[in-house]
């Protein structure tokens, strides 16, 4: 490399300090930031946090700087909430100053503040007050749901049984049977379980999950700012949710070209009516954007969660039998063998109410929760936190609070259970995260994981392939989600 290349390149590092330590310095002048880790100029706290075990980097960094603390990923600062105590008091006592949203980079390409997940302000308003308003008027938490889960419940245990006992790794045929209850909502119908549409999707659904989640994708969420330059890993995930997305876009297509304002057969549906109502409002955020990306959220959160937790449950319960035979007798005591589980049967069930809920707490689906940002200048606990930061309420720091569940890192239904086997309630049980951007569909996944679990175990034993001590329950990544291991498993007729 010839003189003028070398000083070339050391003006460039040079100056990208200087921005970077300017930066930095404006946002201390902003606001008095918590303490956290001295970091460096351009990579940050890279020293501090392993992108490969980003929760464990931060959970160490907790024992020395607290609950509430500042790491600088690349040049961006983000203040981390820790335990029940910080997460609570920000979410649910400061709801309002903590419901903004930042967009994880590896997605901001698709989704660019839009739909109602990532949106933010008035948009946000609007998408959320919207969906959740749809969302009940085709049933979610309502009987009219209830009878749409049971059927697709049999047509799952109908799957089960041609299993025939031997081998099979449940992951498709339960993403297919959640999928389905969302897509009754968003679709307007289900899909048969081999209809090459619904493969590709659930194909689709169940990679970009994962592609999220890998080390890789962490690293680039970590240091976007300038890794966005590159080719990598990264793309994959904005190619899979643009098929995504572009199939959406399809079904948009046909129910327009199909619609009835008087009837309205699905969300799309709800949405092109509310569209053609605010054509004439210039402050409306109903708009073909929204709509797909609106349908996308609802589409993959539906799917997603229920499966992911469906399929960790069944590893816990074939790693506890002994928690399995409880549930097969509190379900042959309630409800017997000669009719279908219904909601109705939950508050006469406190063991399998606790057990459910002690699934979702130890698979930890979304560790570090969908990042938060503050929307003004924020006085908490004695810092300022200037409008737009960022800010990570960590789930798994509540869900695993050694002041709220006794032995946190154990698999025990008795968390969720009083000294009298009656079912107690835990503040601390936050899978859905709390606050103003609690999960839209909690009501809906409530009642599936209740339903599916007790429709599959009133007719199936779940045997492990393997000693059930052997059993490993560590997920296969563990990023923005924690991704169920794969395994297989034989269903036995009771």
Known sequence: MDLAGSITILLVVYLSCLLVISAMKKTAQRGRLPPGPIPLPLVGNFLQINSAQTYKSLAKLSKKYGSVFTVYLGNRPVVVLFGHEAVKEALIDRAEEFSGRKTPPTLERTFEGHGVVFANGERWKQLRRFSLTVLRSF?????????????????LLEEFQKTNEKPFDPTFFLSCAVSNVICSIVFGNRFDYEDRDFLALMAMMNNSFREISTAWSQFYDMYASFLKYFPGPHTKIYDILEDMRVYIAKRIKKNQETLDPSTPRDFIDCFLIQMEKEKDNPESEFNTKNLELTTLNVFFAGTETVSSTLRYGFLLLMKYPEVQAKMHEE?????????????????RMPYVDAVIHEVQRVSDLLPMNVPHAVTRDTEFRGYLIPKGTEVYPLLSSVLHDPSRFKNPYDFSPRNFLDENGRFKKNDAFVPFSSGKRICLGEALARMELFLFFTSILQRFQLKPMVDPKDIDITPQESGFANIPPLYQLRIIPR
Not at 139 to 155: P, V
């Open 139 to 155: 049933g979610m938490g309502k009987k009219t749901i209830e009878e749409r889960i049971q059927e697709e419940a049999q047509f």
């Open 331 to 347: 379900i042959d005591r309630v409800i017997g063998h000669s009719r279908v589980p219904n909601i109705e049967d939950r508050p």
